[in-house]
C-alpha cells in the first residue's frame, strides 16, 4: 500500500521526466509512413536480415497500429523482415493480418515460420500449404525472385511437394531442417540454422569433450547446401528459468557472454546470403533485442526479464548490418557516433539461491530441459562486464565494476570488444579522449548480492552510452511475475527508469559545453512535505534534513532500490518503502549518469 501512494505522488515527476523524454505512454501508436525500400532487393543474389518474431505471445494486440512500434523499430536497423513464429493458438490469423497490413504500412516485409512443436509435419503438409496460400498475395510477403518465402522451426520429414501443391503458388521454401534428418537437400530452396550458441551437439551448453561453435554449424549447413543459399542464425543470448508454476518448465543456458559481438564479425567473414537474429521478441529465452514495451502478455517470463532491457543490442548490430550488406569486412565505416555499449548478469554465478528459487521442487520433465538451482551450462558463463565500444576514433575507456579497482585501456577507432571482472555494486563506464571526458555515466542497475526475486536470474542488463531512452514492460507483460515464487517482496512492476535528463537545464548553472565535453544540468527542485506520514529513518536533530544516502526499507523488495536512489539522488526522503542511513547535502553526482525510477514508458 506504501509503495501505491508513493507512486501516485510522484506520478508528476514521472510524466515531467516522459515529456523531457519524448515517451509519453502511447508515444509510438501512431504509424510512421516508410517508403519500402526492400522490393528492388528481392532477388535470390541479395543479403537480407530477418528477425524471428513470436506472434504466440501477441494475442493481446487489438490492431495492426500495435505492430508499428516493432516495425520502425527493427527497420531503423537494417532488418528487413520478421518471421513470424506461428503454433495453433486460435488468435494466429488475426495476428497474423495485423503484422502483414502493419509490415505493409512500414516498409517491411514478412514470412511465415511454421513452429512445428505445435504443427504436425507427417500430418499436417497440407494445411501449412494452405496457411501459406492464405497470406502469399499480400503486398507485405516477402517474396525472393517471385516465390513465397516460407521457413520453420525444426520440421524435418514434411511432404514438401504435398505442401507446395496445397500452396498452388511457388514457394521459396527455407525450413530449419536438419542435414543428419533430411539428406536430400533438393526439397529446399534454402535453409535455416537455429543453432546460434556454442553447444555440446545434444542442445546444451558445451561440456568438455562436447563442444561445438556456431561456426562448425555454418560449415555443415554450407556443406549439405552446396550452391543452395545458407540463411545463418546469429544471437546474442540464452537464459531460460521456467519452474513448476508452468507446464513446460525448463532451465538452461548457453554461454553468451561476448557472442553478440563476435558472432557479427563471423557473420561478415562468411557472408551467407541471409541472416535471421534469433530473436526480437522471444522473452522467455532471454534472447530478445526488442524492447520491452512491445505489447505481449506474459507466460512467465517476467521474474527474469522485469527491468532487463536488451534495446542497446539493437544499436550495436546497426552498423555490422549495414556493413554485411555492403560485403565489407568491418562496421567501422558505418559507425556514425561515438557509442559504449555494456552488458552483464545482474548477479554473480556464485551467488546462491536455493532457499528461495522457483526452479528447486519437481516438475514436468518430459523434454529433458528441467533441472533443479541454477540453470544447466552456468559454469560455462563468465563472471564479466561485457564492452563493446563503437568509436569514430581512438579513446581510452574506463570501466568501474562495483568495489573492483578501475580497468582501463585503449579501445581503438571502429568496434572493439573488452571484459573485466564483475564486482558488485554500482557499474561506471568513461571514455576519454586528449584528455576530455567524452562519455561517462553510470549503469541504471547494479550487480547485486542478493537474489532478484529470489530466483538465479542468468539474463543480461544491457545499457549503453549515451544514454538512450528503453522501454518497460506494462500489467499484462508482468501479469505472472509473482506466480510461484517463493518471496513476497518482489512485486510486478517496473524499477527502472528508462528516460534520460533533458538536455537542456531551465535553471542553467554551468558553462556551455565545449565539443569535447557533454551536456550537464542540475536537476529540478522536488517539494519535500508531500506526505505527512513520519519517515522510515529519521536525520538527527542537528543534522541537515536532506538525505544523502539511502538502502531499500526492511522487509521491502530489492526492486525498488532504483527508487530509493533516485529520490535521495534529488534531495528528497519519503516515507514507506525507503529508508536512509546518512544526511546531509544530496549528491548529484554525475550531470550524465540516468536517475532510476519507476518505468515510466508504455505501450
Known sequence: MAV???SSLLFGIVMAICLWA?????????????????NPRQSAT???????????????????????????????????????????????DTQLGFAYESAARNGMKVFISFDFNWWHPSTQATDVGRKIAQYASLPAQLKIDGKVFASSFIGDGLDVAQMKAAAGVDVFRAPNFNPSQTPNNGVLDSAFNWMAWPNNGANKAPQPGQSFSVADGDNAYKAWLGS??????????????????????????????????SRWNEILTLGPRYVEIISWNDYGESHYIGPLDSKHTDDGNSKWVNDM????????????????????????????????????RPTLKSLNCDATDTTMQDANNSSGNYFKGRPNGYETMEDAVFVVSLLKTAGQIK????????????????????????GV??????????????????????ISNTCPCGIYNFNAFVGQLPFKSFGSLDSQGLASLTAGLHVSTCRPTPTLIGTAPPSIDPRPTYPPPTANTPPTWKPPSIPRTISTQPVTTAPPASAPTSCNGETVADGESPNLTG????????????PGPCKYNSFGTPEWSDPNEAPRLPGSRSR
Open 46 to 92: 541479395d543479403k537480407l536480415v530477418f528477425a524471428h518474431f513470436m506472434i504466440g505471445i501477441v494475442g493481446n494486440r487489438a490492431s495492426s497500429a500495435d505492430y508499428d512500434y516493432d516495425m520502425q523499430k527493427a527497420k531503423a536497423i537494417g532488418i528487413d523482415a520478421f518471421a513470424l513464429n506461428i503454433g495453433v493458438d486460435g488468435y494466429t
Open 228 to 261: 543452395k543459399p545458407y540463411m545463418a542464425p546469429i544471437s546474442p543470448w540464452f537464459s531460460t528459468h521456467f519452474g513448476p508454476e508452468v507446464s513446460y518448465s525448463k532451465n538452461w543456458v548457453f554461454p553468451g557472454d561476448l557472442l553478440w559481438y
Open 4 to 6: 501505491q501512494t508513493l
Open 309 to 344: 532491457p536488451h534495446e542497446g543490442w539493437m544499436d550495436l548490430a546497426k552498423p555490422f548490418i549495414a556493413a554485411y550488406k555492403a560485403g565489407a569486412s568491418k562496421p567501422d565505416a558505418y559507425i556514425s557516433q561515438d557509442q559504449i555499449i555494456y552488458w552483464y
Open 22 to 38: 519524448g515517451h509519453m505512454p502511447g508515444a509510438q501508436a501512431a504509424p510512421v509512413p516508410v517508403t519500402d525500400s526492400l
Open 399 to 422: 570501466v568501474t565494476s562495483g568495489g573492483n579497482s578501475a580497468v582501463t585501456y585503449l579501445a581503438p577507432a571502429g568496434a572493439f570488444a573488452q571484459k573485466v571482472p564483475m
Open 563 to 574: 527508487l530509493c536512489d533516485f529520490l535521495c539522488f534529488k534531495g528528497y526522503c519519503p
Open 425 to 446: 555494486g554500482k557499474q561506471r563506464f568513461e571514455l576519454v579522449r586528449n584528455g576530455q571526458t567524452v562519455l561517462s555515466g553510470t549503469s541504471p542497475r547494479d
